[in-house]
């Protein structure tokens, strides 16, 4: 069994449990998945962590994690590409169709948009930080 967070076009939130991602996939694809706050059929999994046993070993705590790498990682991504805040997916499938010359970007985008852009190929990657804000 799998628990899935799901989201509907009227962008309500919920939970379901499925036998499998291929069972999610097919009941969806038949309509048979709907939203319990208003009925709707056009429902989508979202981004979730997965549930993780707890472990017999410590586990450093996050404030004790090398923050170095990441802060790097920042400063390379800040550095190198251009911040678009909120227009990430419009400039992404943009430059995928051609419209504005290829650049390395960064900014945010919803889950639903997200996943548009990697069903139409379009290559992306989620940072694992917050970017610093900029204006556009």
């Given at each position: 069994?799998?628990?899935?967070?799901?989201?509907?076009?009227?962008?309500?939130?919920?939970?379901?449990?499925?036998?499998?991602a291929?069972?999610?996939?097919?009941?969806a694809?038949?309509?048979?998945?709907?939203c319990?706050?208003?009925?709707?059929?056009?429902?989508?999994?979202?981004l979730?962590?997965?549930?993780v046993q707890?472990?017999?070993?410590?586990?450093?705590?996050?404030?004790?994690?090398?923050?170095?790498?990441?802060?790097?990682?920042?400063?390379e991504?800040?550095?190198?590409?251009d911040?678009?805040?909120?227009?990430?997916?419009?400039?992404?499938?943009?430059?995928?169709?051609?419209?504005?010359?290829?650049?390395?970007?960064y900014?945010?985008?919803?889950?639903?948009?997200?996943?548009?852009?990697?069903e139409?190929?379009?290559?992306?990657?989620?940072?694992?930080?917050?970017?610093?804000?900029?204006?556009?």
């Open positions: 069994m799998i628990r899935y967070t799901l989201t509907c076009a009227n962008d309500h939130s919920f939970e379901s449990w499925f036998q499998s291929a069972a999610f996939d097919s009941l694809q038949a309509g048979m998945v709907t319990p706050e208003c009925g709707g059929s056009d429902v989508a999994k979202r979730m962590a997965p549930a707890k472990s017999a070993m410590p586990v450093r705590p996050l404030s004790d994690a090398p923050k170095e790498p990441l802060e790097k990682l920042r400063a991504v800040e550095a190198n590409a911040y678009v805040g909120s227009n990430f997916a419009t400039e992404a499938r943009a430059m995928h169709d051609g419209d504005r010359p290829e650049r390395a970007i900014g945010e985008s919803t889950a639903k948009d997200t996943k548009k852009l990697i139409d190929g379009i290559p992306v990657l989620p940072l694992p930080f917050v970017p610093t804000k900029r204006s556009n």
